[in-house]
Each structure stands twice: as C-alpha cells, then as structure tokens.
C-alpha cells in the first residue's frame, strides 16, 4: 500500500475553505437544548462481579440523549480509588457499540475514570428511534435521513455524545474541570464534534484517525471504509445533484467543530489510512481554533493508526497538561 | 468465476428442512390487519408529459402501506389502452427505489399495466418511519431491527408489498383477476413473500434471481451483496449467540412463503451468482406449494441472471398461461 | 473508490496537443468511398408480433456496410405514428451487439424512431469478414488488426456506423433532417466517429462516458475495461516501439473526430470512471468542433455515468433544440 | 491460494465420459487433406548473426499452414551438430507468439534441433486470415468463429500445428523419426492435438499445463485465464443455450484428441492451478490412448508449473526412450 | 466471505491420521535438556512508573531461553495483590512481539499475574541467533531452516516458551500450581506446543484460532496468512520433493503435541478463518489427549474469532476449574 | 494497471537530495577488507553431463564469501571455447537462488562466460549463517538485522556479490579485463551496489528494474513486492520512529552505489511497474557517476521489464562498447 495522500509538507499546509453554514451555531444550540429539556437521571449499576473484574470498579449506566432517550455507558475506574478523577469519555468507531468492559482496561489501569458511550443503533443496549432492543443494524448510519440536518442520523448521535459529558456531572466520583474527550475512526469525529459544541467544558480533545471530516474531499479520495456509503449514494441516488448532501453535512462535518473548539487536542494521523485519508484529519487541525493541539503523525499507518503506541503517547501529553490523576 | 454451487442436478433435489416459526401465519394475519386497518386513500397524479413519454401513460401513484403511511409507485400502461388490463406489479433490487418511470418501459411496451413500488427507504419517495422526505440510505436494511420480527425492517417492506396489491383493485382499467407480482434479486424475495401472503389473489410469480430466501445457507456461502451484511452481524454482534437472528428471518424466509404459495411461478437463476448462490434459490423453488412452478437456468450467470433474454422467457411464459393482454 | 482522474476544473481546461495524421480526411474520404461503391439495398422485415410488443413497431433490418456486407440493426418507432420521424441512430457497447429489441424500448416510448446497429463480430448477427453466422467473440477488437490503419477492425466497424446514416434515408418514415447519433461506451465513440465523418448530415451527438478517444492517455492511466487490451499489447507485443499502435490509432480517435465535428453535442462524463477516464473524454470535448456543446458531469458516477437519469437530460436537451417528434 | 481442486487419489481415477463427436476423425481428415492440398515449399533463411549467438544457428523458417498460408518458425540446432538431429517442435502458450530466437535456447543447448512455431495472429508473424503483417491482437481468440467448427479459430491453428511436423520432412539435418511436440498451457493443448492427429509420426508428446482441455469443466470451474473469456461468452452471448458452443468445441478437445494418440506421452499438472484446474488436465491424461504416458505432479504450483524444473525432467524421460541426440 | 471448511459436524469427526515421527519425543526431550544444561538467571526490573500504570504492577522480565539466550517478557499483576497469584503465560501471533505493557491489562484486571513471552526475531526485545539488538524482521519465520527440525526457528522459539514456564518457578509471588499457558494464533500453536512439552507441569491451555497445527492439510486450504509463506516455499523451492518439509514440521505440529497434552483445555475457532482454517484445529482438538477440552466455536468469525466476546468464556472456564484467583 | 509514477520527462529530472552516510566508504572498505582477510580457495568441479546440455560446458563453483563462508556458484561457457572469455557475472532475484544451470543458457549461447551467483538462505546451496544446508527460508530478508547497517542482511549477501568478483580472477579462461555484472530486480540492485563497490574492475554494469534503491520513496509509493515488507515493519515494528530503519538502509541504496560507480550503465525500467516504481530506478539512474549510462524505458511494463525483447538490447550494447566475446 503506498502513501494515501500528500505528503507531510503539504497536509501540514492544508485549510481548506470554511463550509460552516450560517445558522450552524442556531442549529446546534437549538438541538441541544431541546436535548436537554427532556431531563431525565443517570443511573448507575454496579456490575463489576459479572465480569469477573478485580482491580476495576464497573458500573452500567444509562443517561439521557436525543429526545431523552435512555443511552447506554460503561464507567471504569480503579476500585477504591479516592475521587474525584479525571475522566475520559470515550467514543466508538463505525458499526460497534461500547461492547463489553473488558474491552476498555487502559485509562482505569492508569488511574483515571473513563466512560465509554453506547453509539444508538450501532450497539446492543442503545435503539435508535425505540426500534426495539438489543443491536439494531450494520452499516447505513452514513446516509440515513441526510435529506435534511434535522433528520440526519449523526444530528441524534452526537447529541448523546454531548450529552454523556452532560453526564459527567451527575455521577460521582468524577471530576467536572478533568473531562477529556477521546476516540479513534467514528470516536474521533464525536469527540471532535463534543468538543466544538462544549466549548471550555472539556479539558482536552484527542481525536484519532478521525472519520466524519471534510465529507467533499473524504468522498473524493478515501479507498475504503464508510465514507464509501456516502460515495455510494452520491453516485445512485443524488447522481448530478450532490449539493443537498453535503450541505447537510456541513453540519457534522469535524472541520467545523475544529472551528469551535479550543481544548488542548492531540490528534492522530496514519499516512497510508485508505478509509480517512490524511487531508481530512489535517482539514480539522489545520481549521482548529484551540492553540495547543498537536499532531501525531504516524507515516507508514493505516486505519490502525499508532495501535498500541498511542496510549504511552496520549498518557504523557495528558500528564504534561496537569490532567493525570494523582497518585 | 467459476460456479458458486451444486451442479443442476444435485440442486434440483436440494430441499432443505422447513424452519417456519409456528406462529408464521398469525404473525402475518396480524400485521397486515393491522396495516388494513389504518385505511387510507389510493391517489395517481398524471405526469407522462413532465417525463417526455408518448407511446406510455404514466401515473404518479401513492398507495397506503404499512401502518398506513404512504407508498410511492408508478403505475405506467399503453397510452389509450382500453382495460381491463393485466397488471405487473414489480418491487426492486436492494438498495434503491422506483427510479424514474424511462426505466420501466418493458410492460407497458408489451402491452401490460405495470406497478412499480418503492421500497421505503431505499427510495427518493418513501420514507422508512417518517424520517422527512427523500432518500434515505444506503445499506443497513438487512439487519435493522433484527432482533424481533416485530421491529425488524422487511416486516414493513413486506407489508408495503402486500398493499401494493390491495391498491392494484383501487386503480381504474386494471384487471385484479390478472395481477402478476415480480422482480429480481430483492425484488424477487418481496414477489415471493407476496405470494406467500396473498394466496390465489395473484395469478402469477415471477421471482428473478431471489434474495432473501434460505438465509442460513445465504449466509455461510454468499460470496458478495448484502447477505454479507448479515454475516458481518453474525460475526460483530452475534457472535456465539447467533439462533436469534436467525429465529427472526424465519419470519422473513422466501423458503417459508413459498411453501404458502400456489400462483404458477417462474424463476429463474444463474449458476454463478456470488451474491443469491443457486441452493438459496431452489430451496425455495423446491418448497413452492404451487404446483405450476418453473426454473429457468442460466447456466453461466451471475448475479445479472438473465438480463435482456429474460423478458421473452417471461412474455412467453405469461402468454401461455392466459396472462397476457389482449391484442 | 477515488475520482480517477483531475477536478473539474482542471479538465475544463485539458486540451491535449492535436495528433491528426495528415491523411486523416483523405484516408476516410477513400475508405467511406469504397464501401459507398458497393452500394447494396437496405432490407427491413417487420417482426413486432415475435417479441410481444404492443406500442411498438419492430424492424429487422440489413443495411450494406464495409465491403457491402450486410449490417443487422433493429429498427423501432412507435406504433401507428405518422412519419416523418426523428430518428436516434444507436451504436453498441464493447464486446456486445444490438441484442433484442426488448432492450431498446425508450426512444420509442418517447416518440421516436431508433435504429439500433449490431457490432460486427461483438454480436450475434453480424459476422466480420463474412466468417461465418452468429456471435463470433469476446473481446480482442481493440488491437485486431492495429498493424496498419487499412487492417485495423474499427476503420471496418466505423465504416459500418457511417453506412447507417446513409441507410436511414433508405427507410421509410424517417427525417433525415433529424438524425440524431448516440451511444454510451464504445458507442459513444462510435457516435463521435460519425459524426466526424458526416458533417451536417446528422443533427445532434450525444456521446456518453465515451470510449475510443485520446488512446495515449487512455493507456497510461485507465484503471479497467478494454483499453486495458491496448495496455497489454503494448506491453507485450510492442514493447518499446509503441508509436507504430499509437500511430494507426491517430485514425479512430475520438479527439480526432471532434475537431471535424459540429452537429450540437450532449456528452456526459463520470468523475470516477475507471475505464474511460474523464480526461479522455473531456479531450475529445474540449476539441469538439461544434459550438453547440454540452457536457453532463456525473460526479461520483463510474463507468454506469448517469443510468437512469440520464435519458431526462438527454429527451430535455433534444427537445430544447427542436430535434422531439411533434404531438 | 488453496489446492484449484480434487485431491491427487480422486485426480487418478477422473475419467469423464467422452464427447467426441461422430464425425470427428472425417472432420480432421477433410481438414488437413484440403490444408496439404495447398502445398507450398518450406523455406529457412539463416539468421544467426543477427542475433549474436554463437553456439546455436538460427533458421528464420516459412512453412505452408492452413489454407496455404505461410506459418513463420523459428529453426534452432547446436551450431556444426552433424545430423540427422532429434527435433523438438514447440507450439507457443495463449497471446503470444514465436518471439526471438534468444528465448528458445534450452534444446539446442541439449543438442536437439527446436522448431518454434509461430500462433497465427497471436505473433509478430503469422497473420490470421490474411489481415495485414505483424502482429494482429490480444485476447478474443478463444471464441473467434465459435459458432461452428468450420469457422472456429483453432481448426485454422490446429491445422498450422500439424503442417510444422509436415514441414520438419522438408527441412534438412532433422530426423524425422524423432519427432517431439511439446509446449505449456496453449502449447500443451496444440501438441496433444498434434498426436492425436498424427499418431506415429510423433515419437514423443510432453504437454505441460495443458490448455484446451475438457472444456465443460474448464467452463465450470477454472478461476483465472482465457477459459474466462469462454465463459464470458456463454454468460453473455449464449445463456441458455450452451450446448452449441461446446458441440463446436469438442472437435477441438484434447480428451477427444488424447484417445486417438498413442505416442508416449510425459504430461505435467500443478495442483493450484487456477487457469487449467488439474481434473481438465486429468480429464486427457486419463483417457490418453498411448500406454507409456507419465504425469508429473507439482503439487503446490500454479499455472507455472514445474518452471526451471520440468526441463531436467523432460530430458531425462526422452533419453530414456532413446530419443536424446548422440554425442 | 463464505465458510472456509467442512460444517461443525463434520469437523467434530475429523481426526486425521497421526504423523508423530519415531523420535519426537528424544527429540524434544534432547533439545529441552540441552537449553536448560545452560541455565542462567531470571531478572526482573519494576518498570510501572514509566508506562504510567497505577493498578498494576509491571516487571521487565528476562529469563534463559534456547542456548541460555535472554528472553524478554513482561510480567504484570494487580498491584498490591497478596500471592501466590495463577499465572497466564500469554505467548504472541506470528510477526509480532511482546509489544508494550499497555496492551495486555485484561489477566491483571482480573486478578490474575501474566507473563507476556516476546518471540525472538519477531519482537523488538530478544534476537534470534544473537543477531543484534532490536527488533529484527517480518516474514520469513515459517520456512527458515526448514530442512532439518536441528535448525528449523521453531525449535529456538518453542523452547523459549517451555523455558518461560520454567521461569515462572524463579519469579516471586507466582503459585507454580496455577500456570495457564495461551495465545492465540501463533500463540496458540506455541500454547499447545507448551503443553505437550510440559505434561502436569500447566494446569490448563486456552489456544485461540491456533496457528502450526496440521500443516499437509494447511499448506493445501489455507486461504492467507502465514501458512502462505509455507505454500511459497514448496511451490518455489521445494516443488516435486514436498515431504522433507513435511517431515521437519512433524516435529513442530500442534496435531502432535496436541497428543501428549493432558492439562484441560479451551480452544477456540473461527468456521469462517481463511488463515488457520477450522480443520487444522479441530485436528488437533480432536486429537488432544487430555479429557477436559472444550471448544468455543465462534460460527462466523475469521481470525479474529470471539474478540472481545472471548475473554468472559476464558475467565468463566478458568474460575468453575478453580483456576481463579481467590477474592 | 495505469502508470506507477511520473511521465518520462519529470523522471528524466528526478535526481532526490543525496544520503550518503558519512562513513559510508569507511563501512564498506572495513566490511569487504574483513572478507577478504578470511581467504579461502575457489574451486570448480565439473557437472555438464548430469544436467544433459551439449553446447555448453558447466561447473559448479564454490567461492569464499562474507566471513569466508562458501557461496555456489553456476560457470557456463560454450563448450571448447578458447578464452579467456568476457564473464557476465549474474546476480538474482528476491527469494530465488542460482537454480539450475538450464535456466541460464543466453550468455555462454551468445558466446560469453557466465557466473550465476547464489544468494545467501534465499536458495538452496548457500547458508546464511551457516545454519545448516538447503534453502532456508521464503521472505523476511528485507528486514533481516535492519537495527543496525553491521548485522543487516544485505551487508552479508552485498559483500558475497563483491567477492564473486574477486572470484572470477581466480576462475581459468575468464578475462578479467571484460567483467560485466547483471541482473533483474533484487538482482539489478546488486550489480549495482558492486559496480559502486568494485570501481573500475568491472567492465560494465547491466542493471534490470532493479530493487533496493531509493528506499524512501520506495517505500511510500510501492504498490507490490518485497518493499512491501519495508513498510510492514515501518508499519507494525517501527511506527514514528522510522529514521533509525531508514539510517541503516542508506548503507545499501543503489541510490548511492551509483554516485561510486563509474563503468558503462545500461539500466532498464517499465513505467508501470507497482514493484520498482520508475522513480526509484531513475533516482539511481540520474545519480550515476559514470558518464556512458544508457536507460532502456519499457513504457507500458510491469516488473517483467522489458523480458524476452531485454537480451537483444542488452547484447548490442555491450558489441559496442568493445565487450563482445571474439567470433
């Protein structure tokens, strides 16, 4: 597999124009606060002995997202640990859900609480539109209702996404001024996305390999993956008419939340991703408005990105900005 | 690509064990009541001449469909034809929708009525739970809500289906004693399911290259298409636990409809299908209840079938069973 | 998969240096001549009632090609209309021929005639070089013959394409004043060919995702599809003396044929055509001769360009020029 | 890539039911008589220098084929051997030809005098039909003229095949009692040919890979190669009527022409071959008529077969059977 | 992606015949008494600070492996865990090696200690043959020194994975009563290996999706992977003379320790794994010669068989054989 | 397959910033002078009559190598030719050996001694490290001890090419004043690193699409073949820390064997090769220091170059440079 797009130089010189449309910030705030205004509790249940868990203290949640529908969550973090604790909420990647807590070791291990968010639709535990329960579907999620942003898929997803930090609030333990939003592929986008739309709520940002950015030039060059779903209904079902489509994506398009956001982020890039190319992660961080972001740069990569490097890395530029736990 | 199956003979005697659900057949009385129950209106809209046709007369049409919402559909016929016509009412491939009404000149041509229905959506005109209008996506269907026959997608498609041909009886200059459902791939599988359903109301099936049929077979041997979208369920959700996805499409099962079918029937397959493998089709070939049942074999087809030698096997077939339009 | 290919806007302004042998319009002047002089009548049997048709009139028609050998074409016009009609002159795709009139039913529909050309030796019903009936075989026309530009198998074929202009006049019912040559593939080529070759004498061209056109681009940089047999001709046969092929493909290029056409033209193109690369098209239309000229841009499209919603763009465009049958 | 088909023991016993037609033996004997009636000379024109060998002389050879037409060869002998030497007549694998002396070196080297023989239109040389000189095309050769065996490409190179173990007769310093013919793939398939048409004026046949072989099953199962582009044909151009091209091609079948040879025969099979999957080699070995006849069994190789090893095999084989030149 | 093998029950009935070489046992016996005639120290250095970990305590690990050559592992367990704790020793899939300390948290957030065996030449942290410091090469391993089982890698690697188990004895707070050895992949073909090498010295072996089992069958079906590399060794270097290499990896086969394995045993396959297909582990499933031996059969998985869904069934399987660390 | 890299004129600019390492000259000077320290004898014995060959007379050759162990060696010249001869020593492709003397029949028939070298574990006469007899191992070579320029593997195969040289001194009737070094891919990139290493005492150097030049780029836009391996470790083994890897390669680039080397060059390339890209070979070619270099460009070849068409090219150019054995 060669180089999937430019090189170095010329990423690091990549900004694309702004495609932020004019009533982005109206439509985002009215879409939260209708969020907000169903209420609802987060709920938390110890689960920690089924999963046969020593060193980590597990509990089942659920907090309400879009419309005030119930989302699911894992909370980890070291058992007997004295809060309150960092946090990291955590983003999933396409067509997964937060799947079992033994997936999620790292941050407890190193100290912190984490909070894995349930993607609706995606996962087992949370329905999208009270479908029913259990797991819903594979694939699709790109181009569901991308007629319109009121209707699109990602407007009810990163709506919980916010929400979950929302959340942080609610659950003891955790501490509010240490929330750091995190993810890999989908995970990167909504943390991206979270951090666009919660301002100085969130003390850092780290999106890597980030999907759902800079959706016109992603539908032009990306080889594999679910941009692939979008390139499919640009060439079916707009055909000549592709405008509508990416005008509602602008709506949930990473460049622009890059725009909005100003934590510390440390994102991460493969050279050889196929399924985001390097342009679209670069679009986002060269667009970003926080000043202390930095970029990870891994140049023989692929979707995998740094795999088992990136934690030592993201756990040092974490402890750098004061954000590690204490011993 | 060689063949993706049994040779002909071994395939002629392939038929595998009936998996019908016991409650099959309330499950259904009780869906498509209650879809009957929400009544509705039957409405066509003149629009040959927006569409620059002179030999055709089409009608912009919307049919009540599943919980009564509405159901887009051509309906094309020769223009000045003097009815009662025969009707070919024709469900689509996966992942699209009734298109424009140039694409379905063969019927009309031949001197039939034709009945194109959307799939909801998959199509520009139908939206799938009143999402806002337009198109929706692209893939998915196959596992939404699959973890109920309740919730899942084709319960809905399926039903559609069925009111296409209760609609057929609420349009002028068709002829309900002659209504013959059809279509290929998906289409094919949603022919099959209307049979099942509609008992001696249809006078004929035509199922082309069928999906949607033996789904546990589909399943280990499919090679491509959206059978694979099953598999990828199976394989990141499921699991181990994979019977109740299963136990749901047995709700769906072209093998099963067929064995409630008595419409004469004309399938057809190619022995190089990577995406509907030839077992798939003739375990429901090999169940059909009715006892006019034929298989046309394209020997070295793939998942195209037939193509354009198709429509004079089926013209031929229709005519010799008193189908066809008089002249 | 990718835009194969630059951005629109840098194919707007892609116009490749001009290769016209110096003997381009004496070499077709003496080969158009030639075949002239076998003069030959055109014979057409009327064959509606085999394919079940209804709305259509069907001709089974031998026109005098190259040599005077005779060339099969269907003929096709709407039932019962009072001529003269506008007539659309089709050309095939590679490694097919004219098939069944069943497939070429929208012309007609939309009040036209249609003759549709078979391909010698690509189809069923015209042998090449009188070798014998039937379908002679799949593929190896792109090189056949590249030696020279006498022996070539397209200076045969193109003559053919010509001839059937010529044959219209002979056909009754038809308005030479409005001949309309058209073709997706290598019939757009064939369509661009023609009209080269016949000046005013055809009244529109409508080229779509064309093939044989700007061959040293086309070899270069063609991902799949039959400019691939070049490819593996100059890699195996011509090794480092390649002018030679490129030499007797100065002949047929579709660039070539553009600089001497000027009937209006309505080409499209798809931005992720992988077999006829958008370049090779927009070179062709960027020296297309004619004024009046059109390119419909499907952007996401592969070599399928616009399918079904491409016969709208092309009834519209005719109509806007005058070219539609009357009520 | 896994084993292409059955296991070895399975392989042993494949004997697949003959197809030879009637009149088969009447078709080939009309077919080299009338190719013989045409007589011509056989001419040789010493070439060496030009190519800068040293220890082989090189013959640039015409020999009269089918209808007449001159056959180009390449004649090469171990410069200043004393005659009459062994010769062995090589036929070339699929789309290519003679090529140059320098890739024919090991015979000569051995000490046997070497005829390579040209493919009419597959080479530089050898024309088809008259067409013009030089080479003439890629692909396509494997259905040209399939329609009846009168018409079908290999009955014009079969036929060519045949006329060079005529032709050795007439060339000086061979003995024409030591006659091998031998090739891969193609020429696996032209040599077995060749000893069923000749019986015992060949004292040897080694067919490697054979192609041309057990079409029906070719069709069915080879997953590579240009048994596709008969397949290509049957899925597009035949469909369901199949049956006509094979009855063409078992005129031209090495099962059939395997049970008229009887010379001692040394065949070679990879079993991951893809392009000619072991039972259609099998298929002719299995039913060869000589009794002295070995398989050599590569078990993990592809369609390159034994490659640099099969020649010290081959050698060793024919010195056993007293066919190796003198010292 | 079809089923890459025979369905469940045929694979439940698989047990091919046994190639265990005469002097397997000498062998092995020789070749272990030989490694630890070298002795040498086992060292460990707490390095938890630097990888940022908090409740787990990691050691860098390095014990005498072949030729007393310093193996690296990682030796992680909850900290402040009162011992004597069970142990996994976890060895590493083929290309890779014990990577970093943050990617294997599941055993120790379980309660259990683990050791984590680099494999030589494969990881960055042990040479294979002294050759330098570092990671050292990807590929290759299958075949190197595959002529004689003396020189063959597998012996130097499969030695140093009964050495860690001898280490084990050497490092503190470990209960030698209590050793769980796995992996999956390579790892659980070196698991296995492990414990046939080391009888009741294990207390239970959990191989996953097992590599080096039952490499005739492999070397034939397998459809990527490693195996691959075995495939291109015999069809290039090996090619008719296939059985030496065979009989050097009779010495390294999964099948073969599999029957001298007794301690109970949790395997897991995937019936849809292109890279060790189904049949080459229930071989040596079906041959283990312990009774307790469960396999989880993962019905569509690929070489990833269960995931994250495995680690609950490991845990769960250890705990009912009081395998389980005490609360 | 389209172009893998720039057109002809941007590659007949390529000439990338120069790396050598500074003690480059002082790394190979100590690695060669340490080889030659180990001495050791030449020896010959010879075997033409085993392997059936009349015109040619050869000898199986064992020379001292890296550490002075023994490397093969294949000497073939026309059988009673009086020398002394011009000598092609020839070097091989990536995991192939010197195979067998019949696969190297063009120079001695051409009239020119031949050495044919093994390459060290890649086949079956020659032991890397002595580690036991036979070929060794398939892949894995290009990373082999890439920690550092002492233990990589291509110091021990490079130093093994330079002795060859030295060996044809010691080798009666060779003209050591008409030594030419050649080969194809890993071959050509080992004629290269010997001319760079051996000055004026070779005649002229021959390399064919050769590999192991360029590693940089070679690395970023290889789309096939060993650098492949290159990136799998830059990818898996090395991830941001690629320099180190890149710093040991820069001892063993063609890139910088050709600004030492001075001898007449005659390079090949094919412009669409996915293996070598053409930039790759150009970076080598436009760095050369000698002044007579000569590109062969193959434009529409793959990594077979410019095959059977190469020798007759290759031949000339050496009559006329004066290198031509006398008639």
Redesign the interface.
């Known amino acids: 597999?060669?180089?999937t797009d430019f090189g170095v130089d010329e990423l690091g010189d990549y900004r694309p124009e702004s495609t932020i449309p004019q009533d982005f910030d109206e439509f985002w705030q009215r879409t939260l606060t209708e969020a907000r205004t169903h209420g609802g509790a987060v709920k938390a249940e110890r689960v920690t002995a089924q999963?046969?868990?020593?060193?980590?203290e597990v509990d089942d949640v659920r907090f309400p997202g879009w419309n005030g529908e119930p989302v699911a969550a894992w909370l980890l973090r070291?058992?007997g640990a004295a809060g309150p604790l960092p946090v990291v909420v955590t983003y999933i990647g396409y067509?997964?859900g937060r799947?079992?807590p033994?997936?999620h070791?790292?941050w407890?291990?190193?100290?912190y609480a984490q909070l894995v968010v349930d993607s609706r639709g995606q996962g087992?535990d949370t329905p999208d539109?009270t479908?029913?329960?259990?797991?819903?579907?594979?694939?699709?999620?790109?181009?569901?209702?991308?007629?319109?942003p009121?209707?699109y898929?990602y407007r009810r997803l990163m709506t919980d996404c916010v929400r979950a930090v929302d959340a942080v609030a609610e659950l003891p333990g955790l501490d509010a001024d240490r929330i750091v939003v995190a993810g890999g592929s989908q995970g990167g986008g909504l943390a991206l996305a979270v951090a666009g739309l919660t301002g100085d709520r969130v003390a850092a940002v780290m999106p890597d390999v980030p999907f759902l950015c800079h959706y016109r030039e992603a539908?032009?060059?990306?080889?594999d993956g679910p941009y692939?779903?979008l390139?499919?209904?640009?060439?079916?079902?707009?055909?000549?008419r592709?405008q509508p489509a990416f005008a509602t994506l602008d709506y949930f398009d990473g460049v622009n939340f890059a725009q909005r956001a100003t934590a510390p982020a440390l994102f991460s890039v493969g050279l050889?991703d196929p399924v985001c190319p390097p342009r679209t992660v670069y679009a986002a961080f060269n667009h970003y408005a926080g000043e202390d972001r930095t970029m990870?740069?891994?140049?023989?990569?692929?979707h995998a990105g740094?795999?088992?490097?990136n934690?030592?890395v993201q756990?040092?530029w974490l402890?750098e900005r004061g954000l590690?736990?204490e011993?």
């Open positions: 597999m060669p180089f999963y046969g868990l020593r060193t980590v070291p058992r067509s997964g799947g079992l033994t997936e070791l790292l407890s291990a190193a100290g087992h539109r479908a029913g329960d259990g797991t819903q579907w594979v694939g699709g999620f790109m181009t569901q209702g991308i007629d319109s009121e209707s898929y539908a032009r060059i990306s080889l692939q779903e390139v499919n209904y640009l060439r079916w079902h707009s055909r000549h592709v050889m990870t740069v891994w140049p023989f990569a692929d740094g795999c088992g490097s934690p030592p756990l040092s402890r590690a736990p011993l």
